[in-house]
């Protein structure tokens, strides 16, 4: 019975230890963590009641007073520590020293999980080996949104829950929202951010391209089509598709952007007159018109702006650093504007033409420049010579606006349309070029109303892996296996001697 005491508070010990690491394991102080806490509670009370006289006498012993101060100071000193976690754990901060902040979430997903509008619930069916890359990017997301939940689910230890989500690979994630549902198989931002614009989002909006004037294709993956543009927009929740006004005849009342992409001739009258009835009732547009195609002048003039009849030539030089010439204008002024604000990455337009806003365009548009060149720019209006330069009076002096938006508000609705002296700037070989493919994009959002989706997204990982020959792979192990070790050894040895040279 003597015994009793001793054994009571090592297990109260033990349970107490039990219930901490219960807690510490599934992060919930539930009903079990409260009876092994409180039973080891209980077990240390009756020991200490029981060794009462053994502990007061120690307590008088000088040795423990000062082991006392000691462990009192060492207490303090884990409090201290406890708090300086607790605070943390409330207000943590990051910061991203990687080039180009790999581990940080682009600005649009941070803008799209501040603004979430419901809870959204993402399940990751991944083996417990592989959870922390997968809990570390959707910890960033949780940062952001507190209506963001997160749980793992290994699919071989419950495989019932990963039929019933019909996850068949691993590294699936679920995202749920509202009642509905997207099933992704990569881990990566720009899938989950996506995935998570399409859960979101009460209605899907259609985006449709003219055709039959030799646009850009939309379905075309060569270096001129617009195959990468359509899937970006397609990523976003939005529908894609072609319209052919001329056998069509009409504008569908499910059309929220209608975008001319680069057409090679003139629209008819009557094509022209259908999106003008378009926009008067709040429609959205975008025309991206190359230099020398005639015909959308007299139209666009009526919108407020001057479609120029000449090249921009930028002789600053920029373009040639990276291998472009001085028919690419390179453009870093943007002009305040909610499709340019806080964008601060260069766009590149080849062989743009002016859209110059009219200062008093006689209508009930309101016209704002959206892109402009540099100063050492100008509009080329004599085309074809073999050698360009600036002729004062007849050339357009830079800076050039190469891009425009005009806006009305009429009967509670909103027009918006926006112009560019270029469609190649987002075709497939420069959409992901700097920040051509973000411009399109935030033009597309801007035009559709969606102004959460304004921002730079996110961009594919940098790989800064380091791929080493056979002759380099050999000296970097020559001199890390071989080298540095045997001259650590070297220099103890020497140490040891003169050590023992001075002991004589």
Known sequence: MKKLPEIAGLLGGVLIAAALVHFQAGKVWNALSWVLSGSGLTLAVFWGVARFG??????????????????????????????????????????DLSKGGQFSLSPQTRNILKNLKRDVRIIAFVKAQDQKPVEDILKSYRFYASRLKTEFVDPDKKPGTAKLYGVTTYGTLVLESGGQSQKITENGEQAITNALIRVTREERKTVLFLDGHGENDIDSSDKTGYASARKAIEDENYRVRKLNLAAEKRIPSDCTVLVACGPRKAFFQSELDTIQAFLERGGKALFMIDAEVPGFEAFLKTWGMTLGGDVVIDASGMGQLFGMGPEVPLVTDYPPHPVTDRFRVMTFFPYCRSVTPETRPGTEWTVAPLLRTSANSWGETTLGKAEVRFDKGRDLAGPVTIAAVSTKKSGGVQSRLAVFGDADFANNSYFRVQGNGDLFMNTVSWLAEEEDLISIRAKQPEDRRVFLNAKQGRLVFWLTVVAMPLAAALAGVWMYIRRERRSR
């Open 54 to 95: 053994a502990i007061r006498r120690l307590i008088s012993l000088r040795s423990f007073r000062y082991g006392g101060n000691a462990a009192a100071a060492a207490l303090m000193v884990l409090v201290l520590l406890g708090l300086l976690n607790f605070t943390i754990n409330r207000h943590s901060l990051r910061v």
